[in-house]
């Protein structure tokens, strides 16, 4: 797209009142987009230098940095550039960078997912991304929403709201009996059994930080092909899954999952700026869901000045919501995608299995605690849930911060503490982290 004739064309410069120059050399001095360091390492970072790109406070053990990841330095260096930028010009650098730094970040993020950019839709937060893909879901009255007892608040919500507006119902399922006791054949047959004529999209959530357990997605993915190739296509069965908390940990490309449709935030496991998430949908489920935020790009502001583009729409361009975001924090998130390429993403999930593993072979042994995350890698991934005997959850992670560990607790009707630890952990970290869990639990 040629940026200039995109605004002097519509005479509209976004909300921006502002002279557009007649030479777009008056923009040559404003920053250039900013990426990793060129004085960054380039490859085989150890642990330790990984976990010193994190300015946490090493005073207290970090486990719970799956909630809100502190920015790693390569990330805090990219937001600041920009930060500054805008400050110095906020309008020409904002006219100068929108188009091109909004393709670098769905870049970035396609390249790290294995799917194509024009599938990526830049959100906010899981919470957004959830939101508006259930609100912009093509259904009506008689379809059907199946999902799970085990998903987050926000998805609960957000496919109420979906249903009262359009007279679709909701059917929630138990997939499994006991977390510490789940199977892939277990989940695989509950869900395939509460699929119904009615059902047009199936919710999962991958990592559920209510237990701990990872579903088998690829295998819930083939349920619902099998369910498919026996119906019209008016008929489908879109998959969604909150992906959250098995993305920036797990070593799977999006497109291999087989879902529809997955959102999640970047500032969790992909340690990306606070307030920035994805939405990925397959193109062959784009026509099953509309806009709720008029998007600021191409094909819409064309199509509404009558220059409708000779093309279809993307995904990416029609539903990343528009207005003015924290843009200095959303341009630097493919910074947080390439410190993720550089580590290694299969690197990332062996780290993070090998301390977890580590974690619940101790916890399993103390007693007085009941682990109730799954042991098995295959069923679980970074988020580790258990309970102290006469404590309540809250009150064990109160326990665990006077002893200098920062732990959390599921927000869940059943709650549990958690220990999740992330790759700027060390070892020896979550070995005192076992040990202060006996000693509460022995008090």
């Not at 920062?406 to 927000?411: F, K, T, V």
């Amino acid at each position: 797209m040629d940026r200039r004739r995109f605004i002097q064309s519509s005479g509209f410069s976004m909300g921006l009142a502002l002279a557009l120059p007649t030479s777009f050399s008056t923009y040559a001095k404003s920053p250039k987009t900013p990426s990793l360091s060129s004085s960054f390492p380039k490859d085989n970072l150890s642990w330790s230098e990984v976990r010193s790109l994190f300015p946490l406070d090493n005073s207290h053990i970090q486990m719970a940095q799956m909630l809100l990841a502190s920015h790693p330095k390569p990330v805090a260096e990219a937001i600041t550039k920009h930060r500054m930028a805008f400050d110095t010009n906020p309008a020409t650098y904002w006219e100068e960078h929108y188009l091109t730094a909004e393709k670098l970040v769905c870049d970035a993020a396609a390249k790290y997912m294995g799917v194509l950019p024009s599938e990526i839709a830049l959100t906010d937060s899981t919470t957004m991304g959830t939101s508006l893909l259930f609100n912009g879901m093509r259904l009506k009255s008689g379809d059907e929403i199946l999902a799970t007892t085990h998903d987050h608040y926000v998805t609960e919500k957000s496919i109420e709201y979906t249903c009262q507006k359009t007279g679709a119902t909701y059917r929630r399922i138990d997939e499994y009996k006991d977390p510490r006791t789940v199977t892939v054949d277990e989940v695989v047959d509950a869900i395939s059994k509460a699929i119904s004529d009615k059902t047009r999209v199936l919710m999962v959530t991958w990592v559920q930080s209510c237990t701990g357990v990872k579903l088998p997605i690829k295998d819930i993915s083939e349920v619902v092909r099998k369910a498919n190739a026996q119906r019209p296509k008016d008929k489908r069965i879109y998959f969604a899954v909150d992906g959250v908390h098995g993305f920036g940990n797990q070593d799977e490309d999006i497109s291999d999952l087989g879902c529809d449709f997955f959102s999640a935030g970047t500032h969790k496991w992909i340690f990306g700026p606070r307030g920035t998430g994805i939405l990925f949908a397959r193109k062959d489920a784009w026509d099953f869901i509309l806009p709720t935020i008029p998007a600021f790009s191409e094909y819409p502001f064309y199509d509404y000045l009558g220059q409708t583009p000779d093309r279809a729409p993307t995904f990416s361009e029609m539903m990343s919501p528009g207005g003015f975001h924290s843009f200095d924090y959303r341009w630097a998130l493919n910074s947080a995608f390439e410190l993720q390429e550089l580590i290694g993403r299969d690197k990332v999930h062996q780290r993070t299995t090998e301390l977890s593993m580590r974690l619940k072979e101790g916890i399993k042994d103390i007693e007085g605690v009941d682990l109730i995350s799954p042991i098995d890698p295959k069923l679980s991934a970074g988020i580790n849930c258990f309970q102290v005997n006469g404590l309540g959850p809250e009150e064990t992670v109160v326990e665990f911060h006077k002893h200098g560990i920062i732990a959390s607790n599921s927000p869940y009707p059943v709650s549990y503490a958690r220990l999740t630890p992330f790759v700027g952990n060390t070892i020896e970290e979550v070995d005192k982290s076992i040990a202060v869990l006996a000693k509460i639990a022995s008090a």
